[in-house]
């Protein structure tokens, strides 16, 4: 599994985007990036998930550079209930699944 | 409704008395995992499995067993449960599409205390 990284807290105003990084420069060919979400202390949550294009679904949009070395996760309007810690994997084939300490998300009214 | 289920929500046992932890899911996934969570270290993972009476060590399975006789099962064991396996637990199952696996779903978790 690939190695990530993420800055551990960012801030962000209710209503703007949410941008946050994630740097995965040892990713492999055919592993995936995958973005989760813990409210609290509850199970993680699905996002979104990619390979080497930009992938958009009702909940965020997954930007993923040309060399595969970091991706972008974006939330366009971050709401109250987007406060969470956000975990970027790396991901592929028959191999364990590695979560990180993740990015806590503060949005502010 | 596709659910992974686990069970208990809560416990709280004593050193070196066996338990088992539950997981069960209905979406028939191959790829089921178990996690544990402490403060400051995010979600490390104990075991997983990629198919019945398959299974491996993930990053952190010391002091822990697993088996995958049915689909759908995957309980956790602590032969010997001591305080430092006081944690959260977290079971998961998600479909396994050659390199790619598709969502993963969570169980709400059980809270372990052992004194």
């Known amino acids: 599994d690939a190695k990530t990284t993420q800055p551990p807290s960012m801030d962000c105003a209710e209503g703007r985007a949410a941008n946050l990084p994630c740097n995965h420069s040892?990713?492999?060919?055919?592993?995936?990036v995958y973005w989760y979400r813990q409210i609290h202390s509850q199970g993680p949550q699905y996002i979104i998930h990619?390979?080497?294009n930009n992938e958009t679904n009702e909940m965020a949009s997954l930007i993923i550079t040309e060399d595969r070395k970091s991706s972008t996760l974006i939330l366009p309007h971050a709401t109250l209930r987007d406060t969470a810690v956000y975990y970027c994997?790396?991901?592929?084939?028959?191999?364990?699944?590695?979560f990180g300490t993740g990015t806590k998300l503060q949005v502010i009214p | 409704e596709a659910q992974v289920t686990q069970n208990p929500r809560y416990l709280i046992t004593v050193t070196g008395k066996k338990l088992t932890v539950t997981c069960s899911q209905n979406?028939?996934?191959?790829?089921m995992s178990w996690y544990r969570q402490d403060p400051g270290l995010g979600l490390r993972q104990i075991y997983y499995?990629?198919?019945?009476?398959?299974?491996d060590k993930g990053d952190v399975p010391e002091g822990y067993k697993v088996s995958r006789k049915e689909k759908r099962n995957f309980p956790l064991i602590l032969e010997s449960p001591s305080p430092n396996q006081t944690s959260l637990y977290f079971c998961?199952?998600?479909?396994?599409?050659?390199?790619?696996?598709?969502?993963?779903?969570f169980g709400q978790g059980t809270r372990l205390t052992v004194v």
């Open positions: 499995s990629m198919n019945v009476e398959v299974t």
């Open positions: 990619g390979l080497k």
């Open positions: 979406m028939n996934h191959e790829y």
């Open positions: 998961a199952s998600s479909l396994s599409k050659g390199f790619e696996y598709t969502e993963a779903f």
């Open positions: 040892t990713i492999s060919g055919n592993e995936y």
């Open positions: 994997i790396g991901a592929g084939g028959y191999q364990k699944v590695t």
